[in-house]
């Protein structure tokens, strides 16, 4: 079992923002494959469970908010007893052009409060993330906060789609074994 966390915010004023890039990812993997999330509140996350590549994958989109997200990553690594190569997170990343990926193998949190709460509860930065890239605000003057809460447009939403679609193969990826250097070779 292989388990994909997307990070975001619960709520529907947080539905299509782009700091929900990571929910709107597992999602669309959620909605290829017919699957629904459950609410598990006990676990602090909506799951859903499905088969890929031969492989069972727990996708997670953590109800604790975004800078709490380790108190639900945390213990279900614990839970179902996975190894750290076995978690593969989806963050949105600022610093990177709309709709542009990056797989990482480990690394800081780089300012993102979500990768900052994980590595705290699981002890360790050595965890695969995919960087989904939202680009940065082009107002000088433009809050982050507003930025990174604000809702994508419609002129976005090629970006974001393409995005999506590529993170998917990446998934596929994942789920298949592939070890995350060939990954990374792959798909950076």
């Known amino acids: 079992m292989k388990m994909i966390v997307g990070l975001g915010n619960i709520g529907a004023e947080y539905a299509h923002t782009r700091h929900n890039i990571g929910f709107m990812t597992v999602d669309a993997l959620a909605a290829s494959q017919g699957a629904n999330f459950k609410v598990v509140s006990k676990q602090h996350a909506m799951i859903a469970e499905i088969n890929l590549a031969g ?43 709309l709709g542009r ?3 990482r193998a480990k690394g ?3 300012g993102h409060n979500g990768i900052k709460s994980i590595i705290n509860h699981l002890g360790t930065q050595s965890f695969a993330r995919l960087k989904f890239g939202i ?9 982050v906060v507003d930025y990174v809460l604000g809702k994508f447009s419609k002129d976005e939403d090629i970006d974001v789609l393409r995005g999506t679609d590529k993170a998917l193969e990446i998934f596929t990826a994942f789920a298949d074994g592939d070890d995350m250097s060939t990954m990374m070779n792959a798909f950076n």
């Open 108 to 110: 800081s949190a780089g």
């Open 55 to 97: 492989e069972k994958i727990l996708l997670v989109k953590p109800t604790t908010y975004m800078n709490e997200s380790g108190q639900a990553v945390g213990p279900l690594m614990d839970y179902y007893n996975l190894a750290l190569d076995d978690l593969l997170v989806v963050q949105d990343d600022m610093d990177m052009d």
């Open 135 to 143: 680009g940065h605000p082009s107002h000088q003057h433009q809050a």
């Open 101 to 103: 990926l990056r797989l």
